[in-house]
């Protein structure tokens, strides 16, 4: 889940690299070596997360945006 | 004018937005058949609609262009529908911002070399062999300022657009002989959704139209202007060349 919330803090503070992750999912999982039930999660309900995102997070509101995300994923990781 | 591309077929990676779109737009005026290259599909058929676009006269691929099979098979595929391939525009990337080289994640150096360095490599290394098989062709390769000037916030951005200035150097030098065209643009700032994305506010974006000589950043139209130059046969003969165009900032900072 660690490692979860760590692309999504990323994606939500760089919107290059939300790029990466929105077209490119399943290739982000292979480099941080998710497993199968954490790239399930990336692929669906967290790049849907990630693509209602404003383009760009204004600065002010990243650290907030990132909270919200995460407690989405524990959220998602808990069933 | 019109038709200076008149049934050229043409490839463009990135095609799905920004500068890449600009230039499906413009070769398709152009007459160019475009087959519309990207990873962001929904962005791809928007650019299909944009440019009016038949089965006739263009169509889309999904493509990873950092895997060879997809890159070969996208390839195949353009000289498959279109019976050749004349064109190769190479303008998928990614920009992700790094802190200084000291802190940067392998992981992100990695990606941005997969797509920004390989994809070119990799592009090229499977359209020339269908350029030459029928005669030559024109090869694009986006890089940028970044890869000119120690620009610092994305370390593996700018190396690796350093890298596509050399592969075209290195590419047009073995292969120019053979009828292949290989040259480089280095765009400074363009009005894009990439560069608004990465840009941390509305306010920094504004800035960097206040701090240009032509006080404004380029738009992705103004970009694919000199593309469609040096795609066409007007441009028979240059290879190798990089090309700035970024509205004088580069000379003013020197």
Redesign the interface.
């Known amino acids: 889940m660690d490692k979860l919330i760590d692309i999504a803090n990323r994606a939500v503070a760089?919107?290059?690299?939300?790029?990466?992750v929105?077209?490119?999912a399943a290739?982000?999982a292979r480099?941080?070596d998710l497993s199968e039930d954490e790239a399930a999660l990336l692929s669906g309900p967290v790049l849907a997360e990630l693509s209602a995102l404003p383009?760009?997070v204004?600065?002010a509101d990243v650290p907030a945006e990132q909270a919200r995300v995460a407690d989405v994923i524990r959220g998602l990781s808990s069933f | 004018m019109t038709g200076r591309l008149e049934d050229k077929v043409a490839i463009v990676t990135g095609g799905a937005s920004g500068i890449g779109r600009a230039i499906c737009q413009r070769f398709g005026r152009e007459g160019a058949k475009v087959v519309v290259a990207?990873?962001?599909i929904a962005g791809a058929e928007e650019t299909l609609t944009l440019m009016d676009a038949t089965p006739e006269n263009a169509s889309m691929v999904d493509v990873?262009i950092?895997d060879s099979v997809q890159v070969e098979r996208m390839v195949n595929g353009a000289v498959t529908k279109f019976g050749r391939l004349d064109i190769l525009i190479n303008g998928a990337a990614?920009?992700?911002?790094t802190p200084p080289l000291v802190e940067v994640d392998e992981?992100?150096w990695?990606?941005t070399m997969d797509?920004n360095v390989k994809g070119v490599f990799l592009c090229c290394k499977y359209a020339i062999p269908a350029m030459t098989a029928n005669g030559g062709g024109s090869i694009v390769n986006i890089s940028s300022m970044s890869g000119v000037r120690g620009v610092g916030y994305?370390v593996p951005y700018a190396v690796s657009k350093a890298g596509v200035i050399h592969l075209t150097t290195v590419a047009a030098s073995q292969y120019t002989s053979q009828g292949v065209r290989i040259n480089c643009i280095a765009p400074g700032g363009v009005d894009t959704?990439?560069m608004?994305?990465?840009?941390?506010?509305a306010e920094a974006f504004a800035g960097r139209n206040e701090g240009h000589p032509m006080g404004r950043v380029g738009t992705a139209d103004e970009i694919a202007n000199l593309v469609l130059w040096l795609a066409s046969d007007e441009a028979s003969y240059v290879s190798g060349s990089t090309y700035i165009i970024d509205g004088g900032a580069w000379a003013g900072a020197q």
């Open positions: 760089d919107y290059g690299f939300r790029q990466a929105l077209y490119g290739d982000i480099r941080w383009i760009p204004q600065p | 990207d990873r962001n990873n950092s990614i920009l992700i911002r992981v992100l990695d990606l797509t994305s959704p990439q608004r994305g990465s840009t941390a506010s």
